[in-house]
């Protein structure tokens, strides 16, 4: 990165506090308050440094915080909590807890310096950088892939060629979304079974706007399981639904497949049945084709 002038550097500074702010508020709002020794920790930074920064956030957001001179945090506010829960559920919050772990020294379950709280991935799918970043290079160029591919119709390694166009972790697994030359298709490939890939010369023939699974938007009403007592569905529903009857949830046509099985969702209510089954697909004839396509 070449910067040639004073005010560049001045940007780009103002983009590296403005990212410490977000981690700052990302912090208070998932731990319940800010104080000065944990930030010290997090960021590594001097004691002196980390005032300057709270007091700069506090100004930046000033109904987001109230002083407790008991415990010296600063503790988040209810109405910045009813904010930012309204924000994380309309999907325009980047005060994700996703984010907030990343950041926070959150350590694995059973590791060296678990605390508190942990994170139990159970990562059984592993994710292979030099298979992933060759993937992403094809997409951004717009070339094409040669694979070795194993599927659970054909174990053994099978070549295939294919015109990538997304990544995308879709429940437990990663996945490449593309075109497929042996079939004729836009498939899904699970990373995982990919035993071989290299990057061709040509050049992508198909686009992302040809695949029409991808592109749909698919709304899957989820419901309590009908076959739950009125008790089991009331919990149900105060657990997933914040209390609300059913909860619509916006898909891609393609990803609505590992959405009933990352969430086991039941599509015939009266063969798939609690305890097993808690949630159900409400729609199912709405959503039919992109459950069992032709």
Not at 79 to 96: E, H, I, M, N, V
Not at 169 to 197: N, P, S
Request: charged share 25%.
């Amino acid at each position: 990165i070449f910067i040639h002038h004073e005010t560049d550097l001045m940007s780009l500074a103002n983009l590296f506090e403005k990212n410490r702010y977000k981690v700052m508020r990302r912090m208070a709002l998932w731990e319940g308050r800010l104080s000065r020794g944990r930030l010290m920790d997090v960021l590594g930074l001097s004691g002196i440094r980390v005032s300057q920064l709270l007091r700069e956030v506090r100004e930046e957001t000033p109904d987001w915080f109230e002083w407790d001179s008991k415990s010296k945090s600063y503790f988040v506010t209810p109405g910045a909590y009813k904010k930012a829960q309204a924000d994380l559920k309309a999907g325009t919050s980047d005060l994700t807890l996703a984010a907030y772990l990343a950041e926070a020294d959150i350590h694995a379950d059973l590791a060296p310096g678990a605390g508190p709280v942990t994170v139990a991935p159970w990562g059984f799918s592993q994710v292979n950088p030099n298979t992933f970043s060759r993937i992403r290079l094809a997409i951004e160029q717009g070339t094409r892939l040669s694979l070795d591919y194993r599927s659970m119709r054909t174990p053994e390694p099978h070549s295939r060629t294919v015109e990538p166009h997304s990544l995308v972790q879709a429940g437990r697994r990663w996945h490449m979304r593309g075109y497929c030359l042996e079939t004729g298709d836009f498939r899904d490939f699970m990373l995982g079974r990919i035993a071989k890939l290299s990057m061709l010369d040509q050049k992508a023939e198909s686009t992302v706007a040809e695949d029409t699974k991808w592109n749909a938007v698919v709304k899957v009403r989820i419901q309590a399981h009908p076959k739950l007592t009125p008790g089991q569905q009331d919990l149900v529903r105060s657990e997933y639904f914040e209390g609300t009857a059913a909860r619509v949830h916006s898909c891609r046509g393609a990803l609505l497949p590992y959405l009933v099985q990352e969430l086991r969702l039941a599509l015939d209510v009266a063969k798939e049945l609690p305890p097993e089954y808690q949630l159900a697909v409400e729609n199912v004839a709405e959503v039919r084709k992109w459950l069992f396509p032709a």
